[in-house]
């Protein structure tokens, strides 16, 4: 398979332009031009590289990439030696960020949808197009036995901050560190929100407008969407594929 081929197709499937983002969505460092063997992962951690050296990989596929705004723009210290061993073992790096997590289907919060029982009714979010879904519970559940559920699932005990003591029907979730997002959820009147993190004032916001709130990981809310778009372009494409997770607590 041609880099270039793959990248227009990703391109292309992701709707990349639609977005605004942090850091370059796609090909963020060059390597062979045939790729046989994608390894991806959540973020491109030194742990994460030394593991796609090891298994061969011709391309990285990951959540969170390199080159945000605002950062330290020297190839130095950490950075240095990341990218390195990329260029050393001529290894591509691809990142897609807020684009793999609004995809309708691939996407970080379509993939939670279908993994926590929970049905799309729609999106919501500040952002254009939208990040965050809202729908409902395929069964309601109390606030703890929901709180069990996504522990069950996705192998993480999330912060659970109860709004109130009915059952939990409807739900908004947003993967990642995108608690700010927990009064628009609350405008729109589900009984509970779902995300990676929590800041100390979402606390409040969640006691003092009755909504239940669910912090169950950045890294744990975003291992799907990556592990979801390998998989379809190794069975597009006819390529090899692995996810390898680096543990992260966060």
Same mark, same amino acid.
């Given at each position: ?78 950075? !240095?030696?990341?990218? =390195? #061993?990329? *260029? $050393?073992? %001529? ?7 807020? /684009? +793999?997590?609004? @995809? ?6 379509? !993939?939670?949808?279908? =993994? #926590?029982? *929970? $049905?799309? %009714? ?7 197009? /939208? +990040?965050?879904? @809202? ?116």
């Amino acid at each position: 398979m041609k880099l270039d081929e793959l990248m227009r197709y990703c391109a292309q499937l992701l709707n990349i332009t639609s977005f605004s983002d942090y850091c370059p969505n796609g090909l963020q460092v060059e390597g062979r031009e045939e790729v046989r063997h994608i390894v991806s992962g959540v973020s491109a951690s030194q742990a994460l590289l030394t593991a796609a050296v090891a298994a061969g990989a011709d391309l990285v596929l990951v959540h969170h990439g390199y080159f945000w705004k605002g950062e330290d723009p020297r190839v130095v210290g950490m950075k !240095q030696r990341r990218l =390195r #061993l990329l *260029l $050393q073992h %001529q290894i591509n790096l691809v990142a897609y960020h807020l /684009p +793999l997590d609004a @995809h309708p289907t691939l996407g970080n919060n379509a !993939q939670l949808a279908d =993994r #926590l029982d *929970l $049905q799309i %009714q729609g999106a919501f979010g500040d952002s254009l197009p /939208p +990040l965050g879904l @809202h729908g409902a519970l395929t069964t309601p559940r109390s606030g703890t036995a929901l709180a069990e559920h996504i522990a069950r699932t996705l192998g993480r005990t999330p912060l659970f901050v109860p709004g109130h003591e009915r059952p939990v029907s409807t739900v908004a979730w947003c993967s990642g560190g995108a608690q700010s997002y927990i009064e628009a959820a609350a405008r729109l009147g589900v009984d509970a929100f779902i995300t990676g993190e929590a800041s100390e004032h979402t606390v409040h916001v969640a006691r003092e407008m009755g909504l239940n709130f669910y912090a169950a990981g950045h890294h744990a809310t975003e291992r799907f969407g990556v592990q979801a778009l390998g998989e379809h372009l190794a069975q597009h494409f006819s390529l090899r594929h692995e996810f390898i997770d680096i543990d992260n607590p966060v």
